[in-house]
């Protein structure tokens, strides 16, 4: 054999985790007190391997970021080429580049149409960013500055800048940051536990805060069409549908965070269309280049245009419209269409579901849900619930599955292009695992 030896592969193994302890600050990790690193270092498809040779079944896809799976040499082919071609180039202005153009032009093919405009972004965060900014903008230049607060919910995650963080509802990712960007509203969280009837508490409660803060105040709504972070969770039926109508009633924006639903995860090409709610602004960003680069897109809808129609736009950040994230990106929604796989997400998201399903039985499993290929299985241990999720985890991960556990809940979120037998091999192994939670 010509490649390294077992012995070699340990050593170069335990090396790599001590320099990574000594020296890397990990995104979500403790300061001081690391884990033992899991290195990977090759893909191809629904499989990962770390740097011992151990191979991993990925039933999250990093983190949502990867419909078309790992190792795809079309990719490298695209970013190699644009690199070659001309690396980048500042938009700021009145610069442009011809992949970002394509790329804008091909979203709004694609998209509802009422969409009318794209920003690129380097990623979710970001993403939330301009379309808050954005959003208060639009209503400041029509000469109502006055509405600037933002209803957002409780669960929701919408990244990790000055606005994003202010808008996301999850107390452990806000707490010692001092004070955050003000002028954020907190909603119920849209969750109704095995299947209860909560849409009208919900509906009610938006109409009561609304007329609490008054119509005139408010600049828009920000959610996502299902919770990710928060723990994968659909809404009821009904329920988007019902927001869209009050907020247009008080002429209100609605910013849908399409940063997981977009390309494919629940079976279209943006989870709006599946819950029939047209936004006024759509973020972008991980399955648009399937992350193989960082890249965004933040669509902006007809209504925000009449608004904003003149005004300075003075916000944007050095690598947006970067011709390599679009080249690839372009490259990417190729991939999805030529294979088909927005339909394979419905599919196998159902043969997923129905396999965890039975899991309700068990006492300190809360819920099993899941739409397209989001899903969670989320537990009940009283006090001990997130460390029986972190559990399960690192158990999974022993036995060459990767999923995550999310607060209470384990989430799921495989490559769109994970074959049968992966998807039952990770059922079996998740299964046993959350068995002995
Ligand atoms: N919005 C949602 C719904 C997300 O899930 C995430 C990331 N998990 C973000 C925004 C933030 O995106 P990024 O990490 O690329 O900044």
């Known amino acids: 054999s010509t490649g390294p030896s077992g012995r070699e592969h340990d050593d170069r193994a335990r090396r ?8 890397v600050i990990h995104p979500h990790s403790v300061i001081g007190a690391p884990e033992e690193p899991l290195i990977l270092e090759r893909g191809d498809g629904a499989m990962v391997w770390d740097v011992t040779g151990k191979a991993y079944i990925d039933g999250t896809c990093g983190l949502w970021q990867c419909p078309v799976g790992h190792g795809r040499p079309e990719l490298a082919e695209a970013a190699a080429e644009q690199i070659a071609k001309l690396e980048f ?50 209503h400041h230049h029509a000469g109502r500055p006055e509405r600037s607060v933002i209803l957002a ?33 907190f909603l119920a969280k849209p969750h109704a536990v095995r299947g209860a009837d909560v849409t009208d508490a919900l509906i009610a409660e ?15 709504f920000v959610g996502e069409p299902v919770l990710g972070v928060g723990g994968m969770v659909p809404p ?44 006024d602004i759509i973020v972008t960003a991980k399955g648009l280049s399937s992350g193989y680069i960082p890249m965004g897109a933040v669509l902006v809808g007809e209504r925000v245009l009449d608004l904003a129609g003149g005004a300075a736009f003075l916000h944007g950040f050095t690598y947006n419209g970067h011709p390599v994230g679009a080249a690839v990106a372009l ?6 269409e030529r294979e088909g796989l927005l339909a394979r ?12 399903k039975p899991l309700e039985r068990l006492d300190h499993v ?49 490559p769109l292009v994970i074959d049968e037998q992966q998807l039952d091999a990770l059922t079996r192994v998740l299964t046993e695992h959350v068995a002995t939670a």
Not at 93 to 113: C, M, Q, T, V, W
């Open 331 to 336: 490259a990417n929604i190729d991939i999805l």
């Open 236 to 279: 009821p039926p009904d329920y988007w549908p019902r927001v869209q109508e009050i907020l247009r009633r008080h002429g209100i924006l609605l910013i849908l965070d399409e940063v997981v639903t977009a390309f494919g995860r629940i079976g279209h090409w943006f989870g709006c269309e599946r819950y029939d709610v047209e936004p």
């Open 345 to 356: 997400a419905d599919r196998l998201g159902r043969r997923l579901l129905d396999a965890l």
């Open 206 to 220: 938006i109409e009561e805060r609304i007329e609490r803060i008054g119509a005139d105040r408010i600049a828009a």
């Open 89 to 138: 180039y500042s938009s700021f202005g009145d610069y442009s580049n011809e992949p970002s153009i394509r790329l804008a032009e091909r979203l709004l093919e694609l998209a509802p149409p009422t969409m009318r405009r794209v920003f690129f972004t380097n990623g979710g965060s970001e993403g939330n960013e301009t379309a808050i900014k954005l959003a208060r903008l639009a």
């Open 153 to 185: 919910r409780t669960g929701g995650y919408h990244g990790m800048g000055g606005g994003s963080l202010a808008a996301t509802g999850i107390d452990r990712l806000r707490a010692g940051y001092g004070p955050l960007m003000p002028g954020i509203e």
């Open 366 to 414: 809360l819920e099993v849900r899941g739409v397209g290929m989001m899903l969670g299985v989320e537990l009940d241990r009283g006090p001990d619930t997130a460390a029986a999720a972190a559990g399960v985890q690192a158990r999974a991960r022993a036995d060459g599955v990767i999923v995550r556990a999310s607060g209470n809940t384990i989430v799921l979120s495989p």
């Open 16 to 23: 790599l985790a001590e320099l990574d302890v000594r020296t």
